[in-house]
């Protein structure tokens, strides 16, 4: 049975594990743990069977939320899980009165980048070069609610 569930400093050892895997470049536990702590960090994850599937990580202000990290291990993928995800964070902003919804992706990244222009995101700006070691450049996007 698939779950939403509001993710807290205890989910940051599964997070890890998952962002390990699903990252070549990925957060440490430190940068997760911090990230717990920070109090305008929001973050939900998909279990199945009590097991983290797919998460995403967040900060929020009055003004934006933005989608820091989205993930979902390898043998749950093409299942609409990460949509899921977003669409939460789209309840949450609402909720909130919070206007904007903002990421960051590596232009190689073509899958996510599919799924951000479905679920209504639009193209802000293109930072040339941005990943240094793949000389890749980082797409902004946003979508406004």
């Known amino acids: ?10 989910h940051q050892k ?8 699903v990252f ?7 940068q997760i743990t911090l990230h717990f702590e920070n109090k305008f960090s929001w973050n939900i994850g998909l279990l199945i069977n009590n097991k983290i599937v797919s998460y995403s990580l967040c900060l929020f202000n ?3 939320i933005e989608i820091l990290r989205i993930g979902t291990l390898e043998s749950y993928r093409s299942r609409g899980f990460a949509s899921v995800l977003i669409s939460n964070v789209e309840e949450f902003a609402i909720k909130k009165s919070i ?12 899958n996510a980048y ?5 679920k209504n995101f639009k193209i802000d700006s293109i930072r040339k ?3 240094l070691k793949e000389k890749k450049d980082a797409i902004l996007m946003s979508k406004i609610l």
């Open 114 to 118: 599919k799924l951000y222009i479905s």
């Open 24 to 30: 070549p470049n990925n957060w440490t536990s430190e």
């Open 99 to 110: 206007g904007k919804i903002q990421l960051e992706l590596k232009e190689n990244n073509k």
């Open 129 to 131: 070069k941005y990943y």
């Open 1 to 10: 049975m698939n779950k939403i569930l509001h993710l807290k400093k205890e």
């Open 14 to 21: 599964q997070v890890t594990n998952v962002e390990k895997e």
């Open 62 to 64: 009055s003004d934006y």
